[in-house]
T-cell receptor, first 111, second 114 residues
Framework: DAKTTQPPSMDCAEGRAANLPCNHS???????VYWYRQIHSQGPQYIIH???NNETNEMASLIITEDRKSSTLILPHATLRDTAVYYC????????????FGGGTRLMVKP | DTGVSQDPRHKITKRGQNVTFRCDPI?????LYWYRQTLGQGPEFLTY????????KSRLLSDRFSAERPKGSFSTLEIQRTEQGDSAMYLC????????????FGPGTRLTVT
């Protein structure tokens, strides 16, 4: 799996958009970008994934650059409950096997 | 959908003892994964099953570790002769087979070896 680079920590004001960047400059053509998050003392939770088009679901939006070397996860209106570690992962779709987690970004949403 | 469950949630054991953890995946999920997470790090893959077949094992899974999924439903992870370095959170996840997009994680079992 390609490696990813994320800032170790970020702060965001409650109610504002949280923009979490991820660099994946060695991504292959068949690899998707996945985002998971892990709230303290819980298991990781899937957020969203995409290949090259921007994606949106009820939790977040994923913006992937045209060259696919980087992406941004957007939480449009961050709440205190969004405080968590966010992991950006690249892997082939249907790989069916392991997820390779990096260090992630610790997002702190502040009132 | 009751989610992935793990038992126990916490385990304290003395060095040299054997421990066994159980994971119950979401019903009809045929893939089951085990991960280990140490403090401040992301989860690390250990092994995964497709139904009852163990298809992949990480080099992290030493000879002291064994995992089973005898009937393709629940799974157990056993650690023999525990060492202090085994102290970690052990996470289980499950997913549907081909075409799955996400793994559903359980709450984990926190192991402390004293």
């Amino acid at each position: 799996d390609a490696k990813t680079t994320q800032p170790p920590s970020m702060d965001c004001a409650e109610g504002r958009a949280a923009n979490l960047p991820c660099n994946h400059s060695t991504i292959s053509g068949n690899e998707y970008v996945y985002w998971y998050r892990q709230i303290h003392s819980q298991g990781p939770q899937y957020i969203i994934h995409g290949l090259k088009n921007n994606e949106t679901n009820e939790m977040a939006s994923l913006i992937i650059t045209e060259d696919r070397k980087s992406s941004t996860l957007i939480l449009p209106h961050a709440t205190l409950r969004d405080t968590a570690v966010y992991y950006c992962i690249v892997r082939p779709y249907n790989a069916g096997n392991m997820l390779t987690f990096g260090g992630g970004t610790r997002l702190m949403v502040k009132p | 959908d009751t989610g992935v469950s793990q038992d126990p949630r916490h385990k304290i054991t003395k060095r040299g003892q054997n421990v066994t953890f159980r994971c119950d995946p979401i019903s009809e999920h045929n893939r089951l994964y085990w991960y280990r997470q140490t403090l401040g790090q992301g989860p690390e893959f250990l092994t995964y099953f497709q139904n009852e077949a163990q298809l992949e094992k990480s080099r992290l899974l030493s000879d002291r570790f064994s995992a089973e999924r005898p009937k393709g439903s629940f799974s157990t992870l056993e650690i023999q002769r525990t060492e202090q370095g085994d102290s970690a959170m052990y996470l289980c996840a499950s997913s549907l087979g081909e075409g799955d997009r996400e793994q559903y994680f359980g709450p984990g079992t926190r192991l402390t070896v004293t």
